[in-house]
DNA sequence: GTTCCTGCAAAAGATTTGCAGTGAC
DNA sequence: GTCACTGCAAATCTTTTGCAGGAAC
């Protein structure tokens, strides 16, 4: 594979930051490429968890520092499943994205994505006369699974 | 419309607390009857602030219990609008609900509803395979006045 | 050398829990 | 009288902030 298209999100991510003036520290880059690989969305916690396990332990407040900074640049996302509980993943700078269901029965959050929703929140966004910049679509139910 | 149907929400909480067997205390009467008076959703801290105005202060801890028990019982629904930053609204018993937009400008919450967006949700549940007891969609972006 | 990054500890908020007293039935 | 409801204070949890030292450029 590869040629020369396509840049990776962490390739992205990191062409944004550095055009908007930043460094590149190494708690940084821990969180950056950990979220690079992951199928879906980690909370906070979950972040420090993973890096710990893996040798490489960085400050809790380092992580929603970079968490903070990713969302402001429009690089990653925040999804909100609970009271004090948010999870957070890459977007795609193609600006292909997905949603979530979230598994009453085993708490999973199972990611999809659907063009019928897409269009209909188009639709309506047209309709109310608003601009939306962003949309998040939270579906609570069973999973196949536990179905 | 209207013959003697359609209970308000109000007198749909209370009947179906009354066969969980649940007293009635005035804390919750107070909480259950400002919330039916509201358009839109309230934080739990705006519930306590509201009822002291009216001159009928109770503890937040009352507050998050009576809010609790009305999402548990699918009364009441919680949106989650940012980082520990959740609100609360009644849930119709006829099933209509609605959605909302947050802007970004003036933080104010928009609720808008669309049957278009009704459709996809299900088609997608169905595509899915999976069960869906309920679904939020969050909007941000700006809304008429600020855009 | 200057400016940004990091970790630690403390702070700030939101929400939950323990407990003793009060009220509903 | 019994069991549920309430308020207060304390505890918990997530997220943010202040600050001193270390790293990037």
Not at 107 to 121: H, N, T, Y
């Amino acid at each position: 594979m590869s040629h020369t298209e396509a840049p990776t999100w962490s390739e992205h991510v990191h062409s944004v930051l550095a055009r908007a003036g930043h460094q590149r520290g190494g708690a940084r880059e821990r969180v950056i490429e950990l979220l690079a690989r992951q199928p879906c969305a980690l909370s906070a916690v979950e972040i420090e968890d993973a890096l710990r396990a893996e040798g490489t332990p960085i400050g809790r407040a380092s992580i929603y520092r970079v968490l903070e900074l990713l969302v402001e640049h429009g690089l990653a996302e925040r999804v909100a499943v609970g009271p004090g509980q948010s999870r957070f993943e890459a977007i795609d700078p193609s600006g292909a994205h997905h949603h979530h269901l979230i598994c009453r029965e085993c708490g999973r959050l199972v990611a999809f994505d659907d063009p019928g929703l897409e269009r209909a929140i188009d639709n309506l966004s047209r309709r109310l006369g608003v601009r939306v910049e962003h949309h998040d679509v939270l579906l609570r139910g069973s999973c196949e699974k536990c179905e």
